[in-house]
């Protein structure tokens, strides 16, 4: 090697090992680039007009896409499309130093991972060198292929479309004159609650309007033309102000063209450097003038059009993702590379840049990357209803629910058809509803901490983002249609099983279960998404609630509440309902797993047992026991409520989350509630959350059952004969079995 090779080996920065292809400085580097921009000890480039910011952040953007196709092309797997044709708005973002960045687009994964590369955040997690990163991209305790909330520096997951104008607006809410731009791209736009969701948020919150949405319009999805595609710009920029939006700015890259691009959507790479330049500094002005808009009190919108892929390894909807073909030792792919590479002098400055963005790397300055401080909370104030009592459990909760708001301003309960028709009109008496028109009728106020948009999806989001962020939160529904905004919460529960901190758990409570719901017939009787929440507790972190009285559901949001980087779901009735378990006892069935709420003193001709989730399904359970005692059998009934407790600890992932939880029933105690000569395992909902005990009980004679339709009827006594869930037909099966 000559004197002149080694000292240009020597110039190369450390990290840059294993970059494949680099280049000669650009044109005016030494005026532009002699020095980072953004200077020591500053926040952000001191002026967004100066030529030398421009020239930087092109750099940048440059920079972002050479990382993302190679990272990409090492595994022949991985989207280096859709961020491509962000990374002007992106690298704008960071000099700017609004750094608390999230996305809708779990396709952008690999640019983020580029930018927490080049900013030392995944030095965290062992990433130094290109090398390292290749190694990592894609591979079990590395770099995921979609976002994740392990990932250091990085806000928030990203994987089904739809979801990251939540984590903004959550984070927004809790950190004010903090920007959280989030980038969106047109194939999302196709989900039907972005926009809308945005809008509603912002009529409940008008003055929270530090989030940023930065539509990435470039006339592709994954696969085909974006339905977006077909708009004019007036067009999209009348779509964002007729959902509320007051500034709007679109930076077209069109207009900048000097290189005869026929589509509406063209490559900016292509242009002269002095037109890249010019494209550039209007998107770093106009993401400045976005910035400042949306923190000064606006809502507002920034655009950037081009073309998909603009400056990868193709373009439009071909460039989304690589094949096991696209290597980086095929052709396509080495000149992507080569056109994208920068000298080691541009990859310092442009290091430099990332480290000093938003005060350091986003591992050490991103809002998530500690624990946000909360209100404490005391002695939850527990009602305890006398046994043989009645009472409404969903109102019973309410009341708690209510005191933890009281104590906590920044607690919200989320809920899109009403706290009143659940049974819980005392949460909105104590905390009123969010609404701009003040009415002490309906519990309005402006202030209120209860969230109605008429989604499952924006409560479900806003609720989830706020726990993932670090506040306390409850999302309340009728189960029927929690499966609507089920998605975001269990993309939030996979999060929290992987961050790294603690965060309050995501806490949920669905209500006006099928067997209420008679007269509403099938549209309202959907408890099949119990089966979703039950394969969701091997998970490690996701815990399904089923407390069978009044008393019980009070221990069970206490538990919830108190807990950490889990999914707690409690599913319970508004419909008066005998009480089983004294306080003491309901809370000791919530933590170990199952509670006896009654037992025969003998039986001649042996014992049966029933294992029960849910609270009004236990009325034909108490006819049943009845009718077998008179028979002459010994009578169990156990309620299940909390089933993730009845599992081996071997049937669950509970290691490998943060927060991890091994309290599992052993079996002494398990057979000593479970054993008997027949098991009836009966819920008014599907047979999933039953599994933990079917799975270890010795009885030798055992059967289910459990819901199987809905239909129209006058009462939940009809429904359940309706479902083959009466007493006289569990009395005969029992005896059927016992032969």
Known sequence: MSTTANEAAASIPAFCEGIQYFAESWPGFAAHAAEPVIGAGQRAVADPADPRAAYQTLLMADAL???????????????????????EAYAALVMLGHTN??????????????????????????????????????????LLGHLSGAIPGLLAPAGPLGQGQHFAMAGALLHPGTLFPVTIGDGGMGEPYVLNSMMHFHTA???????????????????????????????????????GFDE???????????TGQDSAYVDSTRFSLNQRLAFTQTVLAGMHWAAQSALSGKLTAFIIKQLK?????????????????????????????????????AWAVVRENFVRAGGGPAVRTAVTERVLDIAPLGEF?????????KAVPSTAMGALVAWVGQQDPRFVVTNADGNEASGMKN???????????????????????????LNEDACAGLAAGLAL??????????????INGWPVVQTVTQAMAELRRKTPSIVCMFTAGALEQGRNGWTHQRPEIENYFAAQMRNGNVYLLFPPDANTIQAAYEYATRSCNKGMVIIASKSLLPVHLSMEEARAAVEKGAAILYESAAGAKGTVVFAVTGDMILLPVFEAKDKLEAAGYKVRIVAVVNPRRLYRPTDVAWATVTEPDNAFMDDEHFNALFDGDVLLAVSGGPSGPLEPVLLRARAPRRDTFAWQRGETTASPAELMAFNGLTAEALAQRVMMLAG
């Open 65 to 87: 896409r050479y990382v993302t196709l190679q990272v990409c092309g090492a595994k022949g797997s991985g989207h280096p499309g859709g961020f491509a044709s962000s990374a």
């Open 427 to 453: 949460i909105n008496d104590a905390l009123k509803i969010r609404h701009p028109t003040a009415d002490p009728l309906y519990n309005q106020a402006p202030t209120g901490q209860v969230y109605e948009p």
């Open 205 to 243: 919150y008008p003055e929270v309007t530090n989030f940023l949405p930065v539509l990435i319009w470039n006339g592709y999805s994954q696969e085909h033309h974006a339905m977006a595609s077909c708009m004019s710009n007036e067009d999209m920029i009348a779509y964002w102000a007729g959902h």
């Open 101 to 142: 960045i999230v996305t809708e687009v779990g396709h952008h994964a690999p640019g983020f991972y580029s930018a927490m590369f080049l900013d030392l955040s995944l030095e965290e997690m062992g990433i130094r060198t290109m090398s390292d990163m290749m190694a990592r991209f894609r591979e079990k305790h590395g």
């Open 381 to 389: 104030p527990m009602h305890e209803y006398a046994k043989g009592e």
């Open 248 to 258: 709007v700015v679109l930076v077209d890259a069109k207009s900048f063209d000097d």
């Open 309 to 345: 892929g603009a400056g990868v390894h193709t373009l439009g909807a071909k460039s989304h993702n690589l094949y096991p073909a696209d290597t980086l030792d095929q052709p396509h792919i080495i000149e992507g590379l080569q056109r994208r590479a920068l000298s080691p002098q």
């Open 469 to 482: 962020f670090g506040s306390r939160a409850l999302w309340l529904s009728y189960e029927s249609f929690a």
